[in-house]
Nanobody
Framework: QVQLMESGGGLVQAGGSLRPTCVAS????????MAWYRQAPGNNRELVAE???????VYADSVKGRFTISRENGKNTVTLQMLNLKPEDTAVYLC??????????????WGQGTQVTVSS
């Protein structure tokens, strides 16, 4: 069983910052990419940022220059530093991991999400 647990969301004013973290636990061999997605009411889920084991990153255009994704491979964690938050960043932020489990099966796993609300 693999679990992804997010923490660090919250309510901030526009221009503020948050730093949600996701920890992967359970029975798995290795984690490939880890990423943050977000979903606002009425919208599709969208990729915010992704990080490979080597540290290569990808960002949505809307967050470039404001968000930074980082990983600690030894701790199976991924963090999203969010600066200069805008009301349009309001969404549930979900952690995602692509990993190999102990049956040598590759799978996609999701956390339950953490709410980020930015007031104007």
């Amino acid at each position: 069983q693999v679990q992804l647990m997010e923490s660090g969301g919250g309510l901030v004013q526009a221009g503020g910052s948050l730093r949600p973290t996701c920890v992967a636990s359970g029975r798995f061999l290795t984690i490939n990419s880890m990423a943050w997605y977000r979903q606002a009411p009425g919208n599709n889920r969208e990729l915010v940022a992704e990080c490979t084991p080597s540290g290569a990153t990808v960002y949505a255009d809307s967050v470039k220059g404001r968000f930074t994704i980082s990983r600690e491979n030894g701790k199976n964690t991924v963090t999203l530093q969010m600066l200069n938050l805008k009301p349009e960043d309001t969404a549930v932020y979900l952690c995602h991991a692509d990993l190999w489990d102990r049956n040598y099966m590759q799978g996609q796993y999701w956390g339950q999400g953490t709410q980020v609300t930015v007031s104007s």
